[in-house]
Structure formats: structure tokens, C-alpha cells
């Protein structure tokens, strides 16, 4: 187990500071105990399993900083590696939008990420949990390919100003694709959490088989502006190029869909319908997260949009210096809030409609838009008088999830999901929108 204490990270990174002779230094420390299984035309085809730890040290005299990476733990292998990290620091070129190190920081509550019982999940608990999901294949008459991995880590970093911080976590991550065995129908569900307790292999595959027998023999119908009822994992993909794109300084520099002429942005403007609501919260019970960034600041709940308003923008700890306000860390998690429909609940309101299951390679078009270009897959379904009619040939589609988002008439009930995209998690509901935009048809299953 590649997991340190928090008392044997700091006496590790203690050891290799007093080493250091540069005008300020840091060192990080994170480890890895991994184990996966990988699962194709419902058979396992791998498995493994992989400890990692490395240390990582920054070295800076004035702003130019150096930065060395080892494995090795020894004392002279350490020493060694600080005088690399000041060696690489003095040819370096100075950096002008160096910032000294931070100082000790405040941090709230760390909430519960580390879970025993996933990190101590065994290879037959993985191979179990296979075994599950490919009965569900074979008594459904469909093909599963599907990967599961879990992970324990952790992460601890000193630096010269005498900031420490450490923190531990776990996750299982779980994704499968169901097709039939003409090729012709396609399901899919991924899943991701930090105990796996919560996770339900045998539900999942049964979904993403139901989706697969049902999308045989899609039909081809126009494209156009449709009402659409997009799963989390299918709404994921998008959102998470809204959240991901409210950075301050590429507002301020005009390069964003929030910037306005002459230098000001859409930052406390009402951007998109009045029902979104999107924050982060690292103790969050359904995505909990560390208490602190990369650069050691406070990872704390925060608004970004309320009510449909920007209410927060990321500012780096340079660009904050720039306009003279406090730095606003990007935070590793989200979360939307909803209602209480489900899915089904969507369905049987919508008069006409297509149900998404998921969206996938997602590209830009057009970044002052947030516009996007990406496919459908793995089960689109015809929604007519509220009920699943029948399964239609996948889409290509031009959307924004600004526009997106104005068109919203509906939320559901919100839940952990992951991207097939980034593989970044979220907390998301289900979201009912009109007139989205389906360009062309696709071949893609």
C-alpha cells in the first residue's frame, strides 16, 4: 500500500527541506495503491495491480524555479534530487508571473473521502463485481465491455513558509457498453464514488442492456430542434465546458464568453435560466472532495451561478494580485441542484421528445459562444405522448450550454456522474430543454 500517514509525510518532506538552500522551496509527495479489471465480449481480457509514489520539488531563487521528480527515498538520493531542482532553477529563465510561496493557511472541516472498504477491495471483489455485470450480458443476449478500477491515494506537500497540508481519498471507478450482436444496438452507464457500496454493478449493466435490445433497428428521422431529455452522463459533458470556462482572467483579457467590451465582463449578470443553481462544496456528501487546491489554498462552498447569475469567477493567485482581489481557487467538484423527477417522471411530461443517454466526442466551434459539436450514442430514444416509442439513429449536434440552458424546462432529481469526457465527476440532474439543435444524422451506434 502506497499510502503514507500523515505523520510519515511530514517527517518524509521535512528531511528533504532541510536539504534545500534555494530562496524558497516545496515538496510534494503523493501516492497510489491501484487495481483494475478490464472486460471484453464478456470475458476478462486484463487485470492488475500498481502501487505508485513519487516526490515532487519545486526549487526557486527569485522568479525562477526549477523542479525535480523522484521515486527514491534514501538521503543521498533525496539531496541529490534538491540540488537537481536548484541547478534546473539557476538556468532557468525568471517567470514574470512567479508568486511566492503561500504561507500556513486556514482550512475547513476535510470531509470523509477515504473509505476503508474501497481501499481494501481485493481482486476477486473486482472479478465478483465483473463476473455480475457480464451474467447480466449473457442473460440479456448482448456483448458487455466494461472497465472497473479502484483507487486509494493520497497527498501531502511543505514548503519553506512553513504551509503543510495532507490529505487521503478513494474512488471506484465503473463503466460498461452493452451491443448486440448484430453491432446494431448500444447501451451504456458509467458510475463513479468514493465507497463502493454505493455502487451497483448489476443495476447499471441491467440499464445499459435494456438500452442496447431496445436501440436495434433505429429509425432515421430529420434533424432539427427537438425537446430533449439528456441523462447526467449525457448533460455532464457539456456543463462542464460552462464550469470549466469561468475564469476571470480570460474575461478580463476578452478571450471568453463572459467578456463585454471595453474590459468588463458578465460576472454578477443573469446569464442563463433563473432554475440553475451551481456551486462547489468540498464536503459535499455525494461528492466530497479535499479541503485544499494545488497551491495549498482553502477549497471552501462557494456560488458560481445563482439563480441563473454569475456569481464567481477562478482567479490564479497572479491574476488576483493583478486586480487586487483575493484569489478564488478553481474547486474539484460541482454541483447543480434539481428537483425530485426522475428520468421516467421527465419522459411521461414530455409530449414529443428524444432521450439522450449520452453525448460524446465533444469539440469547440466557437469559444466566445461555448458553442460545441459532438454525437450522440449508446441508446437515443423517440418520446411521444410520454412514452418511449422508439429507438432513432444518433445525431450530430451544435449546441451551447449557455443557450442550452435558457431553453431549460425542466430539472430532475440530481446525482453523482461522470464524464466519458474528461472522466472529471459531478453532481448533475437530469435536465429536460427544448429546441436542441441536431445538425445531421450519424452512423455511430
Excluded at 440530481?414 to 472522466?423: L, M, Q, V, Y
Amino acid at each position: 500500500m502506497a499510502i503514507l500517514t500523515q505523520d510519515e509525510a511530514r517527517t518524509l518532506l521535512q528531511k528533504v527541506l532541510a536539504f534545500s538552500k534555494a530562496d524558497e522551496c516545496k515538496v510534494q509527495i503523493t501516492g497510489r495503491a491501484n487495481g483494475n479489471i478490464r472486460y471484453a465480449r464478456n470475458a476478462v481480457s486484463t487485470s492488475g495491480q500498481l502501487n505508485s509514489m513519487e516526490l515532487v520539488i519545486y526549487s526557486s531563487f527569485g522568479k525562477k524555479q526549477g523542479i525535480t521528480t523522484i521515486n527514491e527515498y534514501d538521503d543521498a538520493s533525496l539531496a541529490k534530487a534538491v540540488k537537481r531542482s536548484e541547478d534546473l532553477a539557476r538556468l532557468a529563465p525568471e517567470n514574470p508571473e512567479y508568486m511566492p510561496l503561500p504561507g500556513p493557511q486556514a482550512y475547513p472541516p476535510a470531509a470523509k473521502t477515504f473509505i476503508q472498504s474501497t481501499a481494501d477491495i481485493t481482486s476477486k471483489q473486482r472479478a465478483d463485481l465483473t463476473e455480475s455485470s457480464i451474467r447480466v450480458a449473457k442473460d440479456a443476449n448482448v456483448s458487455a465491455a466494461g472497465y472497473i478500477e479502484n483507487n486509494a491515494f493520497f497527498n501531502a506537500s511543505l514548503n519553506s513558509h512553513g504551509l503543510f497540508n495532507y490529505s487521503t481519498g478513494t474512488n471506484i471507478d465503473f463503466s460498461v457498453t452493452l451491443r448486440t450482436e448484430d453491432g446494431t444496438g448500444s447501451g451504456y452507464a458509467a458510475y463513479n464514488y468514493n465507497d463502493v457500496s454505493q455502487l451497483d454493478v448489476q443495476k447499471a449493466t441491467q440499464t445499459a442492456a435494456w438500452k442496447a435490445t431496445k436501440s436495434i433497428k433505429a429509425r432515421a428521422i430529420e434533424p432539427g430542434k427537438y425537446t430533449v431529455i439528456l441523462e447526467p452522463a449525457a448533460g455532464i459533458v457539456l456543463m462542464e465546458n460552462l464550469w470549466g470556462n469561468l475564469d476571470a482572467r480570460s474575461a478580463d483579457e476578452g478571450r471568453s464568453f463572459l467578456s463585454l467590451p471595453g474590459g468588463k465582463t458578465r460576472l454578477g449578470e443573469k446569464l442563463v435560466d433563473e432554475q440553475v443553481n451551481i456551486y462547489s462544496d468540498p464536503s459535499n456528501e455525494l461528492l466530497p472532495t479535499r479541503n485544499y487546491d494545488g497551491e495549498g489554498l482553502p477549497q471552501t462552498k462557494r456560488s458560481w451561478i445563482e439563480k441563473g447569475v454569475v456569481k464567481n469567477l477562478f482567479y490564479s493567485r497572479y491574476w488576483a494580485a493583478q486586480k487586487k482581489v483575493d484569489p478564488i481557487p478553481y474547486p474539484y467538484s460541482f454541483i447543480m441542484t434539481g428537483g425530485t423527477a426522475s428520468v421516467e417522471d421527465l419522459i411521461k411530461s414530455t409530449e414529443k421528445g428524444i432521450l439522450v443517454t449520452r453525448l460524446w466526442y465533444i469539440r469547440s466551434v466557437d469559444p466566445q459562444t461555448l458553442l460545441y459539436t459532438g454525437l450522440t450514442r449508446d441508446g437515443t430514444f423517440y418520446i411521444e405522448n410520454g412514452e418511449i416509442k422508439f429507438p432513432v439513429k444518433n445525431f450530430r449536434f451544435n449546441e451551447s450550454p449557455i443557450i442550452m440552458l435558457n431553453n431549460l424546462e425542466a430539472l430532475g432529481r440530481p446525482e453523482r456522474t461522470i464524464s466519458g469526457e474528461s472522466f472529471s465527476a459531478a453532481v448533475l440532474p437530469p435536465m429536460k430543454i427544448r429546441d436542441f439543435t441536431f445538425t445531421s444524422l450519424s452512423d455511430a451506434v
